[in-house]
């Protein structure tokens, strides 16, 4: 028996005393599927795969853990994209799928609340929402697999923050298992609390470092009884963004989605599946995808009309959709662009924000930086700008070899975060920190946020189990050891 074999059976050997049977997987094989991220770029060997089925177990296996110092990582989807979710390389960490958590708890149409387990795939928590004719709005493109506890631990966005907020905006409490074992039940259906400190907020966005999220209570919204979806044509995003402020307040304030793409992207979906046809009859440098939704005596479609054809200076050309199906093959280009960048290879995935009213300037400059800078490499621009967060892809050229590319990435991505700094902006509007994020994020951090994080994570974890460096560097004490 080797040096390294003998630690792992006997941590494994503390943990299934400590669990009931049927929680922990250990083989290579069973553990295989929470070994990758949905990229497919990230990649880490857990100690075991522990699948709690309810709160005492993830309370039970915290205990352990605790005491013996293993670490931990809390696991959804595996969607996030910023290497926060799989386990370190090392095969030293306790993965926690919260996958078989998926309960729905509870629902009132009259809160206009539901508590969900957070293990509960996003789409399904949104079908339950519909069942009482109310609407879950977190929307984007993963919903079929990211679960709500990502959500919350990764604060999500997606394309109706612009009406209902990101996540944070949506929760109403969390059930919460700390690194020590205990739970803290703070799930509330109250709409006002002013209760002391709000300590709901500190888990939310937190990805994984502070504790194991397990139930969620969240706001419902009364679910729209009309939607209408645009796709217009723009000759800038000077003017896409010249119409969207237009647009909230001709439209009465009623826009769900305001999705920015350039034609770069308009390619990429209509070469990703054959028979689809470009959209506009013009060619146009910039799109729009538009969406609004209501309930009530509204004349949405007219009032969507009326504003499109106000506002002629700006739309180059245009299409209201004249059914779902027909809004829903506008959404799907949207979609496919995402799907379609990855079809080459790897990708620079960026996920900034700016000041709404810098946004279009924002574009310019970091594209020209970009076009300078590394002038082979293909920039995909696209984003909710509604919330002035954009993503600036990056895909490199066909037949960069694997070396040649890690340093594209590097240097593209410092011209970009370059760029936003300049504006005022955030390096992650959405996705998180994780371990990808991690170099850039400490060099910009300020000293006195950087002190306040510490002392957070040090009370609530104090002996560093938590997911052990992502967001921050693990202290060189908890490094060392395993
Ligand atoms: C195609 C695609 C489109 C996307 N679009 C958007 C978008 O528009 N907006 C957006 O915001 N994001 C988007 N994402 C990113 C991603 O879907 C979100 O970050 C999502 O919230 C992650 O959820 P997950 O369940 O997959 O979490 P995971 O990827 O499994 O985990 C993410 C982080 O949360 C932690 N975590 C997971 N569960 C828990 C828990 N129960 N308790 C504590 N910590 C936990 C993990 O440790 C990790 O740090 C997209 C991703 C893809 C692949």
Not at 28 to 43: L, N, Q, V
Not at 112 to 134: N, S, T, W
């Amino acid at each position: 028996m080797d040096a390294v074999t003998l630690p792992r059976e006997h941590m494994l050997a503390i943990l299934r005393e400590a669990l009931p049977d049927g929680i922990l997987l250990t083989g290579a094989d069973e553990m295989e599927r929470y070994t990758r991220d949905w990229s497919g770029d990230h990649f880490g060997l857990p100690l075991a795969v522990a699948r709690p089925r309810s709160v005492d177990e993830v309370s039970a296996l915290m205990r352990c853990c605790s005491l013996h110092g293993v670490p931990v990582v809390p696991q959804g989807g595996l969607t996030g994209l910023v290497g926060a979710a799989v386990a370190a390389p090392g095969g030293g960490e306790v993965v926690i799928s919260l996958e078989r958590m998926n309960r729905l708890r509870s629902i009132s149409a009259i809160d206009f609340a539901m508590v969900v387990e957070a293990g509960c795939i996003l789409e399904e928590a949104k079908r339950y929402a519909e069942a009482e004719d109310c609407i879950l709005p977190i929307t984007f493109g993963a919903q079929g697999s990211c679960r709500i506890g990502g959500n919350v631990a990764t604060n999500a966005g997606g394309f109706n923050v612009l009406r209902y907020g990101m996540t944070r905006d949506l929760v109403l409490g969390l059930e919460v298992v700390l690194a020590d074992g205990r739970v803290w039940n703070g799930l509330k259906l109250l709409r006002k609390d002013n209760r002391g400190y709000d300590l709901k907020q500190l888990f939310i966005g937190s990805e994984g470092t502070l504790g194991i999220v397990t139930a969620v209570s969240l706001k419902l919204f009364p679910k729209p009884t009309q939607v209408e979806t645009a796709l217009v044509g723009l000759r800038s995003v000077e003017d896409a963004m010249a119409l969207y402020a237009r647009a909230r307040r001709e439209c009465s304030d009623l826009l769900t989605a305001f999705e920015l793409i350039l034609r770069g992207g308009i390619e990429i979906a209509l070469g990703a599946r054959s028979g689809l046809r470009d959209p506009l009859s013009e060619v146009c440098p910039v799109y729009v995808l538009i969406e609004a939704s209501a309930g009530g005596r509204v004349d949405l479609r007219a009032i969507l009309q009326d504003f499109l054809i106000s506002a002629e200076d700006l739309v180059v050309d245009g299409v209201v959709a004249s059914s779902r199906a027909q809004g829903d093959q506008l959404w799907l280009l949207r979609e496919l662009m995402v799907e379609a960048q990855g079809r080459g290879g790897r990708y620079l995935r960026t996920d900034v924000s700016v000041p709404i009213s810098t946004l279009s300037g924002f574009v310019e400059d970091a594209l020209a930086a970009l076009s300078k800078s590394h002038p082979h490499a293909l920039p995909v621009t696209y984003g909710h700008v509604g919330d002035g967060n954009i993503h600036l892809n990056v895909v490199p050229p066909v037949g960069m070899g694997a070396g040649e590319i890690d340093s594209l990435f590097h240097e593209t991505e410092e011209v970009i975060f370059e760029v936003v700094d300049r504006y005022g902006g955030s390096l992650s509007a959405e996705h998180g920190i994780g371990k990808v994020k991690q170099n850039a994020f400490l060099k910009r951090i300020d000293e006195v946020s950087l002190d306040l994080a510490g002392r957070i994570k040090d009370a609530l974890d104090p002996g560093a189990i938590m997911s052990r460096g992502r967001i921050f560097l693990p202290r060189a004490a908890d490094s060392g050891s395993r």
